[in-house]
């Protein structure tokens, strides 16, 4: 199981690029950002920096959207970072959340998500597309190779991820509900004639190495209530136990007034307090580290081929270091010099 890591360009951004580079020195394979260009700093112009001081972490939007990024300069902006630094990113995808909403904007539709995948794959492996009428491709970007993995919690958008994503992220990390959405995706796949098993599994979510869990809980909660954006969408869209949705994800919701995005993603903000204890628990990782390990193998027992922990909390040089120190070496196969 590879290990990532989530980070907000919160300023300065030689901390996000320090935090970065430790990740790599610390065994992580992937480093992840928030794409929310009004609320945080962008991030396509940091990844830059931190490919130049890095030498194989990958880097890529958890996750970007077709409604304020133009599809083909997305395309053209990642394309250009891999014949930069050779092939070091991964392109995460969704419908929109804070980047769209802050702007009064609206999600894209489903059908529009899975046409932008599509057509982003295309151009970002140097292929051609059909787009406005144009067949259009990158000249340049013949070598370029990036994934596509889409982000989703509903019916119709796992059903896009198994039929044209490269991979699928899940944002939490209850199994349950990983469960439940690992088996949709796939059978989508196989639908469509794909091989299941090819599609990277991403299930990315906040941890926090400690004993102290109630203080933790505290620090994590604000991830209850970004979660429980997109599954009021989903109770608008299917109502309360349609579409198969279990009641493992949108029970949790009843309670939810609002959001406020001028607090996402925010330890301490003032409008999670619907998110009950349980849901931190279930959706979380929080205790000390033989708890990370036992809840990561349970992760990876279901397919989860990479955990992307979210580190935005009071604790992050010590969460870093207990995975980089503890937990990743804890995953690795065990290989004997001699026998």
Same mark, same amino acid.
């Given at each position: 199981?590879? +290990?990532? &890591?989530?980070?907000?360009? !919160?300023? /300065? #951004?030689? %901390?996000? =690029?320090?935090?970065?580079?430790?990740?790599? @020195?610390?065994?992580?394979?992937?480093?992840?950002?928030?794409?929310?260009?009004?609320?945080?700093?962008?991030?396509?112009?940091?990844?830059?920096?931190?490919?130049?001081?890095?030498?194989? +972490?990958? &880097?890529?939007?958890?996750? !970007?959207? /077709? #409604?304020? %990024?133009? =599809?083909?300069?997305?395309?053209?902006?990642? @394309?250009?970072?891999?014949?930069?630094?050779?092939?070091?990113?991964?392109?995460?995808?969704?419908?929109?959340?804070?980047?769209?909403?802050?702007?009064?904007?609206?999600?894209?539709?489903?059908?529009?998500?899975?046409?932008?995948?599509?057509?982003?794959?295309?151009?970002?492996?140097?292929?051609?597309?059909?787009?406005?009428?144009?067949?259009?491709?990158?000249?340049?970007?013949?070598?370029?190779?990036?994934?596509?993995?889409?982000?989703?919690?509903?019916?119709?958008?796992?059903?896009?991820?198994?039929?044209?994503?490269?991979?699928?992220?899940?944002?939490?990390?209850?199994?349950?509900?990983?469960?439940?959405?690992?088996?949709?995706?796939k059978r989508a796949a196989?639908?469509?004639?794909?091989?299941?098993?090819?599609?990277?599994?991403?299930?990315?979510?906040?941890a926090y190495v400690t004993?102290?869990?109630?203080?933790?809980?505290?620090?994590?909660?604000?991830?209850?209530?970004?979660?429980?954006?997109?599954?009021?969408?989903?109770?608008?869209?299917?109502?309360?136990?349609?579409?198969?949705?279990?009641?493992?994800?949108?029970?949790?919701?009843?309670?939810?007034?609002?959001?406020?995005?001028?607090?996402?993603?925010?330890?301490?903000?003032?409008?999670?307090?619907?998110?009950?204890?349980?849901?931190?628990?279930?959706?979380?990782?929080?205790?000390?580290?033989?708890?990370?390990?036992?809840?990561?193998?349970?992760?990876?027992?279901?397919?989860?081929?990479?955990?992307?922990?979210?580190?935005?909390?009071?604790?992050?040089?010590?969460?870093?270091?207990?995975?980089?120190?503890?937990?990743?070496?804890?995953?690795?196969?065990?290989?004997?010099?001699?026998?």
């Amino acid at each position: 199981m590879q +290990i990532g &890591v989530v980070l907000q360009c !919160t300023p /300065p #951004a030689a %901390r996000v =690029i320090d935090l970065a580079r430790r990740a790599e @020195a610390y065994g992580f394979s992937h480093v992840w950002t928030f794409d929310s260009h009004i609320l945080w700093e962008e991030p396509y112009v940091i990844y830059s920096q931190i490919l130049a001081e890095t030498r194989k +972490i990958v &880097v890529g939007p958890m996750v !970007t959207n /077709p #409604a304020t %990024r133009d =599809i083909t300069v997305t395309a053209s902006v990642f @394309a250009t970072l891999n014949e930069m630094y050779g092939n070091r990113t991964v392109i995460g995808i969704g419908r929109g959340d804070s980047a769209v909403r802050v702007t009064n904007g609206k999600p894209v539709s489903v059908a529009e998500l899975r046409q932008a995948v599509v057509d982003i794959k295309g151009l970002a492996n140097g292929e051609a597309i059909e787009y406005r009428g144009n067949h259009l491709r990158l000249p340049w970007a013949g070598a370029s190779r990036a994934e596509v993995w889409v982000a989703a919690y509903g019916p119709k958008v796992l059903a896009v991820t198994g039929e044209v994503g490269d991979g699928f992220i899940l944002q939490l990390a209850d199994p349950a509900i990983a469960e439940w959405t690992i088996a949709a995706v796939k059978r989508a796949a196989a639908d469509a004639g794909r091989d299941p098993e090819s599609l990277a599994i991403c299930v990315a979510a906040p941890a926090y190495v400690t004993d102290d869990v109630e203080h933790a809980r505290d620090q994590l909660r604000w991830f209850g209530g970004m979660v429980g954006n997109h599954v009021a969408d989903i109770v608008e869209r299917y109502g309360e136990g349609g579409g198969g949705v279990p009641s493992a994800l949108t029970d949790y919701i009843r309670g939810r007034q609002g959001y406020d995005y001028n607090e996402h993603g925010r330890a301490g903000n003032t409008h999670t307090d619907f998110v009950p204890d349980a849901i931190i628990d279930r959706f979380c990782i929080i205790g000390p580290i033989a708890e990370h390990v036992r809840r990561l193998e349970e992760l990876r027992a279901l397919g989860v081929t990479q955990f992307a922990l979210y580190l935005q909390h009071d604790d992050k040089d010590r969460t870093l270091a207990a995975y980089g120190e503890k937990i990743i070496p804890a995953l690795a196969e065990t290989v004997l010099a001699t026998q």
